[in-house]
């Protein structure tokens, strides 16, 4: 059986010593682990980008699974994998919930990993 991870709180962005400054502490390394093992699915990491497409007004669920062809049930464990992650927040209207990526928390992961990333 493999050995489960810690349970700890990963929803605000990483905020570390860049991993490419030199050797991280278990601490470190752990947090940037959680956050990389959430977006270690190529559905997640679509889902990330259509969400990063639309920015300012979000997207359902519902939309969501139509736009990569899966049930939203499959769709709504991906996204809470995500939020439980910080990488998007999720706010309901009406009867429906809208999902935004955090792209602070995708910045702040990128910065991390590499301080001279995306500049």
Do not use: W, Y
């Not at 209207?93 to 999902?99: A, D, E, R």
């Not at 992961?109 to 590499?114: H, I």
Request: aromatic share 0%; charged share 20%.
């Amino acid at each position: 059986m493999p050995k489960a991870l810690p349970v700890i709180d990963i929803t605000a962005p990483v905020c570390c010593a860049p991993v490419a400054a030199g050797p991280v502490d278990d601490e470190a390394a752990l947090h940037v682990a959680l956050r990389l093992k959430a977006l270690a699915d190529p559905v997640r990491v679509k889902l990330i980008s259509l969400l990063l497409a639309d920015p300012d007004t979000g997207r359902t669920g519902g939309d969501l699974a139509a736009a990569v062809g899966l049930s939203e049930s499959t769709v709504s464990h991906h996204l809470t994998q995500l939020r439980k992650a910080g990488f998007i927040d999720s706010e309901r209207h009406g009867m429906s919930v809208l999902h935004q990526a955090r792209r602070d928390a995708l910045t702040a992961l990128c910065t991390v990993l590499d301080p001279n990333c995306c500049r």
